[in-house]
């Protein structure tokens, strides 16, 4: 991390942070402040209360994420696209004879002479113990590579490398001696939990932070079942992952830190809050407790942190950057899906924007979504994907709609939707841990909306006058074309849903035709906000809602099974009492942040 830190700063993306700072609160408001302005990585020279400095923003921009990997980017996306095209390869021997040599830096190397991970012994307390939001529960590792082993074929080829989340302090963990572990259902760190656990015995963590950041984005890589991050780590590094037993847990020898634990069988405690990717907190619920065993330091360790919160933020550099790399993977995956766009403005996971083909029944003389639903189908059962409430999919003949181009996207689509065929639900199902707007942790619902064909409709470009005198329901305001906020009354309990969209379904039932441009209504708390940017549009309509519960429609009927409506959907995506709070900044603390930026500090001319 030193010598990756070193070398941005020789060539301008990076800044030393010389005055003392606070890790509560005051780090993380830099942090965002600076990603705002498109700053450059930070180091945090003098962190109060803590023993080693801190860095943040590394992987602030594509464009500086490209530059720390600019010696093997070219190499690894080749060997991707060989992946999937082998044959490729075997045609041009000579010109690939270094790619052959590249891979061989993809075998990790198992005690090396140096270890420097060892140098020193520390405790947890020693770290920069980094709060991000105001009602986080504690600090948290933000960039941490969390590694265990498969108890039936254990060995680092068969390990599992990921990023998940690790509270450091606060709520009932014993200083020094606990911390927290949170992690998705479907994750490899689960799967080994589970064999552990019936075999009754402990799981070994070792948490990796630091080293080389091709360590770090291995982490996150969404990488086919079976193959190791770690040889991807020695592919982009350009230097195998070195690493080394001790105490019977797995050591990255070049980690600046590794905090090595135990979690036992049913062995949980309170972990969070936390603030989220999706620009909420995730609450409060019990998760794993890690039992500390070592953690160990290199003697110019430097801690790396980053901040999430409502998107975009550094964690979206990551996407851009996973997608450089992997270009086109999902379609060899995926038959008939050309592409797919989680969409980083409505948190992710909410929603998905995907083309596909349309190749089924060519005889047929009326085009309608069939093969689309096969893929949606495919769409929704692959690794993180399988997380999305919303997914958008469309066939285009022409190549005329990109699923990465969001209101061209959403224009093609809501013409060509049949509202009263086109909407398909899947109910009780699971979504997110992180996301609120479901019946329970895990748990929600699902829509698929799968538009093909001609248009049937013109897209309004203006709010109609059947909407701007509703009892009950004010401001309307256009978000795209198409796509009208209004603002209702704040919402109250479920029970009370059923009145109100019968009150508005009464209103507009007879102005159906007269409301055609216009397919979907988000009923909201703020119209003028949530109209405000394409931005605040996805993150209201889209982080908000539980599509099972929180979608309606005027004149809305079920027949055979399937829901539809005849005049405009309604998206309630009004603030549920259930739902996580959102993020805000601590206004004393952002005058603190004004400071360095002043003429003197370190952030002038930066901020």
């Given at each position: 991390?030193?010598?990756?830190l070193?070398?941005l700063?020789?060539?301008?993306?990076?800044?030393?942070?010389?005055?003392?700072?606070?890790?509560?609160?005051?780090?993380?408001?830099?942090?965002?402040?600076?990603?705002?302005?498109?700053?450059?990585?930070?180091?945090?020279?003098?962190?109060?209360?803590?023993?080693?400095p801190?860095?943040?923003?590394?992987?602030?921009?594509?464009?500086?994420?490209?530059?720390?990997?600019?010696?093997?980017?070219?190499?690894?996306?080749?060997?991707?696209?060989?992946?999937?095209?082998?044959?490729?390869?075997?045609?041009?021997?000579v010109?690939?004879?270094?790619?052959?040599?590249?891979?061989?830096?993809?075998?990790?190397l198992?005690?090396?002479?140096?270890?420097?991970?060892?140098?020193?012994r520390i405790?947890?307390?020693d770290?920069?113990?980094?709060?991000?939001?105001?009602m986080?529960?504690g600090?948290?590792?933000?960039?941490?590579?969390?590694?265990?082993?498969?108890?039936?074929?254990?060995?680092?080829?068969?390990?599992?490398l990921?990023?998940?989340?690790?509270?450091?302090?606060?709520?009932?963990?014993?200083?020094?001696?606990?911390?927290g572990?949170?992690?998705?259902?479907?994750?490899?760190?689960?799967?080994?939990?589970?064999?552990?656990?019936?075999?009754?015995?402990?799981?070994k963590?070792?948490?990796?932070?630091?080293?080389?950041?091709?360590?770090?984005?291995?982490?996150?890589?969404?990488?086919?079942?079976?193959?190791?991050?770690?040889?991807?780590?020695?592919?982009?590094?350009?230097?195998?992952?070195?690493?080394?037993?001790?105490?019977?847990?797995?050591?990255?020898?070049?980690?600046?830190?590794?905090?090595?634990?135990?979690?036992?069988?049913?062995?949980?405690?309170?972990?969070?809050?936390f603030?989220?990717?999706?620009?909420?907190?995730?609450?409060?619920?019990?998760?794993?407790?890690?039992?500390?065993?070592?953690?160990?330091?290199?003697?110019?360790?430097?801690?790396?942190?980053?901040?999430?919160?409502?998107?975009?933020?550094?964690?979206?550099?990551?996407?851009?950057?996973?997608?450089?790399?992997?270009?086109?993977?999902?379609?060899?995956?995926?038959?008939?899906?050309?592409?797919?766009?989680?969409?980083?403005?409505?948190?992710?996971?909410?929603?998905?924007?995907?083309?596909?083909?349309?190749?089924?029944?060519?005889?047929?003389?009326?085009?309608?979504?069939?093969?689309l639903?096969?893929?949606?189908?495919?769409?929704?059962?692959?690794?993180?994907?399988?997380?999305?409430?919303?997914?958008?999919?469309?066939?285009?003949?022409?190549?005329?709609?990109?699923?990465?181009?969001?209101?061209?996207?959403f224009?093609?689509?809501?013409?060509?939707?049949?509202?009263?065929?086109?909407?398909?639900f899947?109910?009780?199902?699971?979504?997110?841990?992180?996301?609120?707007?479901?019946?329970?942790?895990?748990?929600?619902?699902?829509?698929?909306?799968?538009?093909?064909?001609?248009?049937?409709?013109?897209?309004?470009?203006?709010?109609?006058?059947?909407?701007?005198?509703?009892?009950?329901?004010?401001?309307?305001?256009?978000?795209?074309?198409?796509?009208?906020?209004?603002?209702?009354?704040?919402?109250?309990?479920?029970?009370?849903?059923?009145?109100?969209?019968?009150?508005?379904?009464?209103?507009?039932?007879?102005?159906?035709?007269?409301?055609?441009?216009?397919?979907?209504?988000?009923?909201?708390?703020?119209?003028?906000?949530?109209?405000?940017?394409?931005?605040?549009?996805?993150?209201?309509?889209?982080?908000?809602?539980?599509?099972s519960?929180?979608?309606?429609?005027?004149?809305?009927?079920?027949?055979?099974?399937?829901?539809?409506?005849?005049?405009?959907?309604?998206?309630?995506?009004?603030?549920?009492?259930?739902?996580?709070?959102?993020?805000?900044?601590?206004?004393?603390?952002?005058?603190?942040?004004?400071?360095?930026?002043?003429?003197?500090?370190?952030?002038?001319?930066?901020?």
């Amino acid at each position: 991390m030193r010598e990756c830190l070193t070398d941005l700063e020789k060539h301008g993306h990076l800044v030393r942070i010389k005055e003392e700072v606070d890790p509560h609160l005051e780090m993380a408001a830099i942090h965002l402040r600076v990603y705002e302005a498109g700053g450059p990585a930070l180091l945090f020279e003098n962190v109060k209360g803590a023993r080693f400095p801190a860095a943040s923003n590394i992987f602030g921009t594509l464009d500086r994420s490209k530059f720390l990997f600019r010696d093997t980017l070219d190499k690894v996306q080749r060997l991707i696209a060989h992946r999937s095209d082998p044959i490729k390869a075997l045609k041009a021997p000579v010109k690939n004879f270094s790619l052959g040599l590249a891979a061989l830096k993809a075998l990790p190397l198992k005690n090396p002479s140096d270890k420097p991970v060892l140098q020193q012994r520390i405790r947890i307390s020693d770290l920069p113990l980094i709060q991000h939001w105001p009602m986080d529960g504690g600090a948290f590792v933000t960039l941490p590579q969390v590694y265990t082993e498969d108890f039936d074929n254990p060995g680092i080829m068969k390990a599992n490398l990921g990023m998940y989340r690790i509270q450091l302090t606060g709520n009932e963990y014993e200083r020094d001696k606990e911390i927290g572990l949170h992690y998705q259902l479907h994750r490899g760190i689960g799967v080994h939990q589970t064999k552990a656990n019936k075999r009754g015995e402990p799981l070994k963590v070792s948490c990796f932070v630091g080293g080389p950041p091709a360590h770090t984005l291995a982490a996150v890589m969404p990488l086919p079942e079976g193959i190791s991050e770690m040889t991807f780590a020695g592919l982009l590094g350009g230097r195998r992952f070195r690493y080394f037993y001790e105490d019977g847990f797995c050591l990255s020898a070049d980690a600046d830190f590794v905090i090595t634990g135990t979690v036992h069988p049913g062995d949980n405690k309170p972990e969070g809050p936390f603030g989220d990717h999706l620009g909420y907190y995730s609450l409060t619920h019990p998760f794993p407790l890690m039992k500390v065993h070592g953690v160990y330091a290199r003697k110019d360790a430097v801690w790396p942190f980053t901040v999430v919160g409502r998107p975009p933020q550094e964690d979206t550099s990551f996407g851009a950057l996973i997608h450089e790399i992997t270009g086109d993977a999902l379609k060899d995956e995926i038959p008939g899906l050309k592409e797919v766009n989680a969409v980083d403005a409505a948190g992710v996971h909410p929603l998905l924007l995907a083309v596909g083909s349309e190749r089924y029944t060519p005889y047929m003389p009326a085009k309608q979504p069939s093969e689309l639903l096969t893929i949606a189908n495919h769409v929704l059962g692959t690794g993180q994907l399988s997380l999305a409430k919303f997914l958008f999919i469309t066939a285009d003949d022409n190549n005329a709609v990109s699923a990465h181009h969001i209101e061209p996207y959403f224009r093609y689509v809501l013409e060509r939707l049949h509202l009263d065929r086109d909407v398909h639900f899947y109910t009780h199902t699971t979504i997110d841990t992180l996301d609120y707007s479901g019946q329970g942790l895990n748990s929600g619902s699902k829509v698929v909306f799968a538009a093909y064909g001609a248009p049937v409709r013109a897209l309004c470009t203006e709010v109609p006058e059947a909407l701007k005198e509703l009892q009950g329901f004010v401001n309307p305001q256009l978000c795209l074309p198409g796509v009208i906020a209004l603002q209702a009354a704040p919402f109250t309990a479920y029970d009370q849903v059923p009145g109100e969209i019968k009150a508005l379904d009464e209103q507009l039932l007879e102005k159906v035709d007269a409301l055609g441009s216009a397919p979907v209504i988000i009923l909201c708390d703020d119209a003028s906000f949530t109209a405000a940017t394409v931005n605040n549009f996805l993150w209201v309509a889209f982080t908000r809602c539980n599509p099972s519960h929180d979608i309606h429609g005027i004149g809305a009927f079920v027949q055979h099974k399937h829901w539809g409506c005849r005049g405009p959907l309604l998206i309630d995506a009004r603030v549920k009492p259930h739902h996580a709070p959102p993020l805000i900044k601590d206004p004393a603390v952002e005058k603190r942040v004004d400071q360095l930026a002043a003429k003197g500090g370190s952030l002038h001319g930066i901020l």
